[in-house]
């Protein structure tokens, strides 16, 4: 039988885990040496669509059962995190963390244009209390990608006044909630308008139109768009109108409480010239510019790495030969994590949180191998004194990923759809010791 080469490679990565591996007093001796500072924030994250389950009122509810669509499959009940949140906080807990992070659901909140729902707030209320009953310090994003449906019938983000009304969205929910939040994030990625217009291939950018022109007509629309994938037409349009609504949303979030760190969380890859006349920084330029200039009047910048790219003067390299490989196709590269977290620093001059950072594979030996390898590279950053507030993982759960549906798995645990029974994986002992000890 022939090795599979990234089997192997992935072995020699749990291997090189200095911190699990070595045994005893050895293993604390290093541990001490690799300390993170006092106070850093050690957390798993999840997004209200991907396991709350049944988020009737949103834009990828309806988009993702018309057809043409590019879901996969619909969510229906992802895995019923909306009832089992207690559950899944009570995991975090045992894993050692200290912060969880998860997303308000824009479309339970604000269901249609000004009827905000007094018993949603109420139950984001009570996931805010019960993290801090158990410890953990809450990361809350008040939007992840998906939002109501009516606001996407309008135009979503390509609507005139898309960012007066999610400014309007977070105050109310910010009245109601900031009291409790350790950490805010206004929108999750919403670089990645130009990050997928390069990557996107336009047969897709019609697909997303068409998909679009069907949930349109679904819901009585002329103008439907939802808010994850940007039509190629609308981006300058909705790039204008998300970094309005994030300074809008920022100030509407700090008028509810000042003293709240507030900051928008970015899809940051580790860009790495090769080669003359290599394309990284008009790459970074284009992907990251306008959002880490918006970023430097906030309290901190959130990283969400996932992979590196390499740039020539023609493009970016594919994956080395014998790379292990994420189930995206991705090179599994642990400096990748540093590398972008210094860079997100020396651009904006803020702390850095890392809010995302994982890998998708079934085999959880990969994800053992990279949090620690990543975890020491980060260690480095923060040793040489890039300031970096916490480690958040994503995800805490398997769970549902946009247009791959449940074929992707970057949970901490697996979850049987049937039942909803979560199950730890090997990996989650891996974190644990580090975030126990607070080193690496």
Request: charged letters at 20%; hydrophobic letters at 45%.
């Amino acid at each position: 039988m022939v090795t599979d080469r990234r089997t192997m490679l992935a072995g020699a990565l749990v291997a090189g885990i200095a911190s699990t591996a070595l045994p005893g007093k050895l293993a604390a001796a290093t541990l001490a040496s690799r300390h993170f500072p006092k106070g850093f924030l050690w957390g798993a994250a999840t997004a209200g669509h991907q396991v709350e389950g049944n988020n009737v009122a949103s834009d990828l509810w309806l988009a993702e059962r018309v057809k043409p669509t590019l879901f996969q499959q619909p969510s229906g009940d992802t895995v019923n995190s909306f009832e089992l949140w207690p559950a899944d906080l009570d995991l975090a807990r045992s894993f050692g963390l200290n912060s969880y992070r998860f997303s308000l659901e824009w479309a339970r909140i604000e269901p249609e244009p000004g009827q905000f729902s007094a018993a949603m707030l109420d139950h984001y209320a009570r996931v805010i209390e019960g993290c801090h009953a158990r410890g953990l310090t809450p990361i809350v994003t008040f939007c992840h990608f998906t939002v109501p449906r009516w606001f996407a019938a309008r135009g979503g983000w390509s609507s005139p006044d898309a960012a007066d009304l999610f400014a309007r969205y977070c105050d109310r929910a910010a009245r109601r909630l900031a009291a409790g939040m350790g950490y805010a994030t206004t929108l999750n990625e919403p670089n990645a308008i130009d990050i997928m217009a390069d990557v996107l291939p336009p047969q897709m950018m019609g697909a997303i139109a068409a998909m679009n022109a069907a949930a349109g007509k679904a819901c009585g629309s002329e103008h439907f768009r939802n808010g994850m994938l940007i039509e190629g037409g609308d981006i300058e349009t909705a790039r204008a109108a998300q970094l309005a609504a994030h300074k809008n949303g920022r100030a509407a979030i700090k008028a509810a409480r000042s003293n709240l760190p507030v900051g928008v969380s970015l899809a940051i890859s580790d860009d790495q010239a090769v080669g003359a006349n290599s394309l990284r920084d008009s790459k970074r330029a284009k992907y990251y510019g306008v959002w880490l200039d918006a970023a430097k009047h906030d309290d901190f910048i959130g990283v969400q790495n996932y992979a590196r790219s390499q740039w020539t003067d023609k493009g970016s390299l594919p994956a080395p030969p014998g790379a292990v490989l994420s189930q995206m196709g991705a090179e599994v590269y642990a400096p990748s994590l540093a590398g972008s977290v210094r860079y997100a620093h020396e651009a904006t001059g803020l702390p850095v949180l890392v809010t995302e950072h994982g890998v998708g594979t079934d085999d959880d030996r990969i994800r053992a191998g990279l949090i620690p390898a990543a975890l020491r590279d980060l260690h480095k950053a923060v040793a040489d004194g890039v300031p970096v507030l916490g480690y958040v993982h994503w995800s805490l759960l398997d769970n549902y990923e946009w247009i791959f549906g449940y074929s992707k798995s970057y949970g901490l645990c697996s979850v049987d759809r049937a039942t909803f029974k979560r199950t730890p994986k090997p990996s989650t002992s891996v974190l644990r010791r580090i975030a126990l000890a607070n080193a690496v």
